[in-house]
C-alpha cells in the first residue's frame, strides 16, 4: 500500500510539473531571439511551433501551457501576432498564443458564458465601417457590459479598436478589437484548448507563436527556461548540428575554417557569423537561431564578447541590429542572420562586452549554444595586417 502510495505521488508530481507544449505533436520551427525583418527589424520575442497534419494546419488545437485564466484576447487579422490569447499564471508569468484562426467554446466567464459566442455577437453586430466605428464604440460598450457583465469592461486604447474580424470575413481596414478580462473572470486548465491554429497576422504559413512575458509584460523570456519540461514533449530531430558557415571580417565575408589565417586592421577584427543550429525533421531541414555565442581567448576561460538570449525587454524589440548585422543579414531563400561579435550600442542580450586591443597573432574560440543544450566550439586564427 505504501509503495502503490510512493508511486501516486510520484505520478502526480510528474504531471504537475510537466508542462506541455501549446500545441501536440509539435516541432519547433524557430526559436526566442531570432532576427525578424517583417514589418520592421525586431528580435523573435517567443518560439513558434508547427501545426502540422500533413501540411501546416489551420484548425489544431492549441493547449494552455499553464493553469491560469484569460487576460485578454485581440481579434486583429492586420496585427504583427494576428489574433492572439494572453493568459496569466500564477507562477507571475503570462503567455501568448498568436496567430490564431478562432477561440474555444470551452472558455467560459464565470457566470457561464461561452466567450465565442459572445467574439462572434459581437462580430455579426458590429461588422461597421470604420467611420461608424467611434460613434458604435460608446453603445457597444454599454451593451456589452450589461449585457455579459464586467468581462466587456476594460476595452484597451479606444483608437484603435475596430470591427471584429476573422480573417476572410471582413472587409474594412484596419479592424482591430483588445477584450480585456478581470482577473480570474475566465479560468483556464493546464492543457486545456483555448483555441485553433491560423495563419492571422504577419505569418509565412499556419503556426502557433508562443511567448512567455512577465506580469507587467515589460519583458519577453526563453519560453524553455520558463518552461522546461516542454523540451521534452516536442518532436526531436533525427539529426542537428550547430554550424558555422561564414566569417566576416571588418565587412569581408569568407568561408569558415579552422586551419586558416584570417587578416585584420586596426585594434581588434570586427567578427560577425553566419550560424544557426541545423535540425533535420521529417526529411526537412530547420535553420533555427541560436541561443548563446561567446568569444574568448584560447589561452582564456573568460568570454571577451558574450550574447545570451535568456530574455528581451520589449522596449529593445526593435535593437535587433544591435546584434545582428544589418549589412549581411538577408532572410530571402533560408534563415541567414550574421551575428556581430563586437559592440554596436547597448542591449541587454549582450551579457559580456569587453574587447581589448589584439595581440598581432592570436586564436580565438568561439563558443555557439543551441536551445537543445548543446554546445560547440571553433576556432579562429587571427592576425594583424
Ligand atoms: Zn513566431
Sequence with gaps: ???????????????????????????????????????????????????????????????????????????????????NIVLSHKNGYKTLYAHLSGFSRSLRTSAGADISTILQDFVNRYAVSKDVWKEKLKQMREEGKKEYGEAFEAFTNEDSLYPLCFKDGWAEKPRRIVIKFPK????????????????????????????????????????????????????????????????????????????????????????AVLAFSKYVIRGDSYRLGLRSLSMRFENSSSPMYEIFFDRIPMDEVKKAFSVYDEKLSSLRGGYNAWYDLYPKGDVSVVKQSDIPRFPNDSTVVITLGDYFGNEKDFKLKLRRK
Design 1 to 83: 500500500m505504501k509503495k502503490l502510495l510512493t508511486v501516486l505521488v510520484v505520478l502526480l508530481s510528474v504531471l504537475l510539473i510537466a508542462y506541455v507544449p501549446p500545441v501536440l505533436r509539435t516541432w519547433l520551427t524557430s526559436t526566442f531571439g531570432e532576427l525578424r525583418l517583417g514589418f520592421w527589424p525586431h528580435f523573435h520575442m517567443g518560439v513558434d511551433f508547427s501545426t502540422w497534419e500533413g501540411n501546416p494546419k489551420i484548425g489544431i488545437k492549441i493547449l494552455a501551457v499553464d493553469d491560469g485564466y484569460v487576460d485578454r484576447i485581440v481579434i486583429d487579422p492586420d496585427d504583427l501576432y494576428g489574433c
Design 184 to 271: 480570474g473572470e475566465v479560468k483556464v486548465m493546464q492543457g486545456q484548448v483555448i483555441a485553433y491554429s491560423g495563419d492571422s497576422g504577419n505569418v509565412q504559413g499556419p503556426h502557433c507563436h508562443f511567448e512567455v512575458r512577465s506580469q507587467d509584460e515589460k519583458f519577453s523570456y526563453d519560453p524553455f527556461s520558463i518552461y522546461p519540461d516542454m523540451l521534452k514533449w516536442i518532436e526531436q530531430p533525427l539529426r542537428e548540428d550547430i554550424v558555422l558557415l561564414k566569417i566576416a571580417i571588418n565587412g569581408v565575408v569568407y568561408d569558415y575554417s579552422p586551419d586558416k589565417v584570417y587578416e585584420f586592421s586596426g585594434d581588434y577584427p570586427k567578427i
